[in-house]
């Protein structure tokens, strides 16, 4: 079991910026990859952005490149996703969920998942 938590979602102006932060389990959360998947109402859940086990290599949508930044700091179990000039578009639930390898973006190959954080871009 990798439980994870995600903080920082809310309420933002188109242009503005937000930090979510995926919390895990001090001893287990290192060894994985973990990646951050959006899911909008009456939409498909999608691929944001991903991270390997040491934050070395990363990945993005193209939606989102250039945009959102994801890090990772093993020492306090967390990946963050900073988002800059977010736009209406960008409205969602967001999640982070954690895979045994990095590079995927599909969503049934990661095994676990946070419950969640809304983001609410307003134009």
């Known amino acids: 079991q990798v439980p994870l938590v995600e903080t920082g979602g809310g309420l933002v102006q188109a242009g503005g910026s937000l930090t979510l932060s995926c919390v895990g389990s001090?001893?287990?959360?290192?060894?994985?990859?973990i990646g951050w998947f959006r899911q909008a109402p009456g939409k498909e859940r999608e691929f944001v952005a991903g991270?390997?086990?040491?934050?070395?290599?990363?990945n993005y949508a193209d939606s989102v490149k250039g945009r959102f930044t994801i890090s990772r700091n093993n020492a306090k179990s967390t990946v963050d996703l900073q988002m800059n000039d977010l736009k209406f578009g960008d409205t969602a639930v967001y999640h982070c969920?954690?895979?045994?390898?990095?590079?995927?973006?599909?969503?049934?190959?990661?095994?676990?998942w946070g419950q969640g954080t809304q983001v609410t871009v307003s134009s």
């Open positions: 969920a954690a895979a045994n390898l990095y590079g995927s973006r599909n969503s049934s190959e990661y095994e676990y």
């Open positions: 001090k001893s287990t959360f290192a060894s994985y990859a």
């Open positions: 991270i390997n086990w040491s934050g070395g290599l990363e």
